[in-house]
């Protein structure tokens, strides 16, 4: 269990540590005192209550199922229609299941759509993400997590990336162990027949062992790391540090080269090189991934089997270089807005190729981003109207567009504010495959089966509650249109309007949890606690729970960070 775990779990039995780091005089006492509950803790048997969460506060309205899986919304009257629903279809299509697509944007904004209020209004249309919003469902309160690799881990494991030890983006040549321990949607729908693929951006693990053809993808194009990484150095006016001192520059190229490729490859085998990282490959490599899938998508067409595809695209996270052909390309001009355009572009190829193959109506689209701007790359970076941005658990940080399409299964025109987050695609996918029984039980699963709320005519969400960690941190929740913060991250003396990111933000422990009611304040301006007692105890019942799926199922090892490793060289 991590540290912070442990506090958590102090900070229960205490009723209020937070409140305690305020009037306790002496850090030792209060260390003291922390340690005192933790040992209390560790030392009550561990348990999950099983039944309706409503016995414990009467506005919950979760139900736990069983030991391993996160609580949800029991909804039976539209499980049974949406089951129905997906039962005649797999009859009409002579029992085949439908094909997984999932668009997955890099660092968009959750304001960067059209759909969301973006797109003209911010110089970069996006017609072909408004028409997937304007026939299918879009969702205004789906979460990622905070960064890059935490979200993409999220997403393939159905798990918070805490528990497998995913929780920060992994960094040039990195090997990620805890990887390949974990179980991938990919594999599961694998050894049912699904063709499996991922297009583009990988970002979880550079050493062979946590490839993605070693994690149970079939097939991979793309880009091990993430684009930032390829770039910056040979940028000079970001890093003239080596470019303008020519052995420094001749050293580090002969390193880049020997690492930094566009590659390729099919499970089984190792991967193949393709095309070496220069700036021109990064601007364009877009281009390239889209022209894979597309041809993954014909391949897989034609052989008459259902495909679970990862379109992950490297746009449009900083720096944006624009593709041959897109300079200049939106109205608003700037290489941030003209990679909007492209991405948007892509979306419309991919979505004709589905249809020129007669897959469109066979194909559950899902559209996202992995996380919120990266505001301190400004202006090289998106919109969210929200307080915060990438690398914070603000709204900003971990709100982001979602979008679900499947022509004549998803109503058209449907939006939602219920909650989604992006890990409910794992069992989401696994549930239209027909494949929900592979869910591993041997550890806890944090995602929900949402198909329902996307299939059934007035479908709502089954999720009740957002869990926002920060790498090992743990860090908010969201029960319903309240939020709790217990940490806070902050980037210029509590200023709401300085710019956020991996930069320079800070964490803040504040005296008792920040909450704010999201309708009445979405940008989280006004904490508002002590007024509403009722909601604290919303937050606590849940919040003990959560902590003790920590002890039943203990977390892999985490990624270690400069404070983990300090605390393992202090402690030895
Ligand atoms: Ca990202």
Same mark, same amino acid.
């Given at each position: ?23 306790? /005089? ?23 209550? *099983? ?13 736990? #199922? ?28 002579? =029992? ?77 040549? /990195? ?30 693990? #550079? ?14 194009? =793309? ?23 020519? /052995? @420094? ?30 700036? *021109? ?88 981003? &992995? ?23 603000? #709204? ?11 022509? =004549? ?7 939602? &504010? ?39 005519? &007035?479908?709502?969400?089954? @999720? ?25 991250? #902050? ?82």
């Amino acid at each position: 269990m991590p540290r912070s775990c442990t506090a958590l779990l102090a900070a229960l039995c205490l009723g209020a540590a937070a409140h305690a780091a305020d009037t306790v /005089e002496s850090p030792g006492a209060l260390e003291a005192m922390k340690q005192k509950a933790g040992k209390m803790l560790m030392a009550v048997k561990p348990f999950l209550v *099983e039944g309706a969460y409503s016995q414990f506060h009467p506005l919950l309205q979760s139900v736990r #199922e069983n030991q391993y899986m996160e609580p949800a919304i029991p909804r039976p009257e539209q499980q049974a229609q949406a089951e129905g629903k997906l039962a005649e279809w797999v009859k009409q299509h002579g =029992g085949r299941r439908p094909n997984i697509l999932i668009l997955l944007v890099d660092d968009m904004g959750w304001g960067d759509p059209g759909a969301y209020g973006g797109g003209e209004t911010l110089g970069s249309p996006t017609p072909n993400i408004d028409a997937l919003a304007r026939d299918g469902l879009t969702l205004t309160s789906a979460y990622a997590q905070p960064s890059c690799t935490p979200t993409r881990a999220a997403i393939y494991t159905g798990r918070l990336p805490v528990r497998s030890g995913l929780i920060r983006p992994t960094v040039q040549g /990195e090997v990620a162990e805890n990887a390949a321990k974990e179980v991938l949607a990919a594999r599961l729908l694998g050894a049912t027949g699904y063709r499996t693929g991922l297009s583009g951006k990988w970002h979880l693990g #550079e050493q062979a062992g946590s490839f993605p053809t070693d994690m149970g993808f079939e097939r991979f194009f =793309g880009m091990l790391g993430v684009v930032d990484m390829y770039q910056d150095w040979q940028m000079s006016a970001y890093s003239p540090e080596i470019t303008s001192k020519p /052995e @420094r520059f001749a050293a580090y190229k002969a390193f880049h080269e020997r690492g930094d490729w566009l590659m390729q490859g099919v499970a089984g085998k190792p991967l193949e090189r393709v095309k070496p990282m220069s700036l *021109e490959t990064t601007a364009n490599m877009d281009q390239d991934f889209a022209a894979w899938s597309e041809n993954f998508i014909r391949e897989a067409s034609a052989d008459g089997k259902p495909f679970y595809l990862v379109h992950a695209f490297s746009k449009v996270h900083f720096y944006n270089i624009p593709a041959n052909g897109y300079a200049g390309r939106s109205p608003a001009g700037t290489p941030y807005r003209d990679g909007v355009v492209e991405v948007d572009d892509i979306v419309g190829r991919l979505l004709k190729t589905l249809k020129d193959t007669g897959q469109l109506e066979n194909t559950f689209v899902f559209f996202t981003s &992995d996380n919120g701007p990266e505001e301190d790359s400004w202006p090289d970076t998106g919109h969210t109207p929200f307080r915060g941005a990438k690398g914070t658990t603000w #709204e900003g940080g971990v709100r982001v567009p979602g979008i679900a399409y499947w022509p =004549g299964m998803i109503a058209p025109g449907r939006r939602s &504010d219920g909650l989604f987050d992006l890990m409910d695609l794992f069992n989401t996918s696994l549930a239209l495959a027909g494949a929900a029984d592979r869910i591993p039980d041997d550890r806890y699963v944090d995602g929900i089966d949402q198909s329902s709320f996307l299939l059934a005519d &007035d479908g709502q969400s089954r @999720r009740e509650i957002v869990w926002m960690w920060n790498q090992n941190e743990f860090a908010a929740m969201r029960v319903q249109e309240f939020k709790a913060h217990y940490r806070l991250y #902050e980037v210029d003396n509590n200023n709401p309007d300085a710019l956020g990111g991996l930069n320079n933000s800070r964490v803040i422990t504040p005296m008792n949890p920040w909450f704010h009611n999201l309708y009445n304040d979405p940008k989280e301006r006004v904490p508002k606690l002590v007024e509403k007692v009722w909601a604290a105890g919303m937050m606590n019942f849940p919040l003990f729970q959560h902590a003790m799926t920590f002890r039943v199922y203990p977390n892999q090892p985490a990624l270690a960070t400069l404070q983990s490793t300090l605390d393992m060289m202090q402690s030895e």
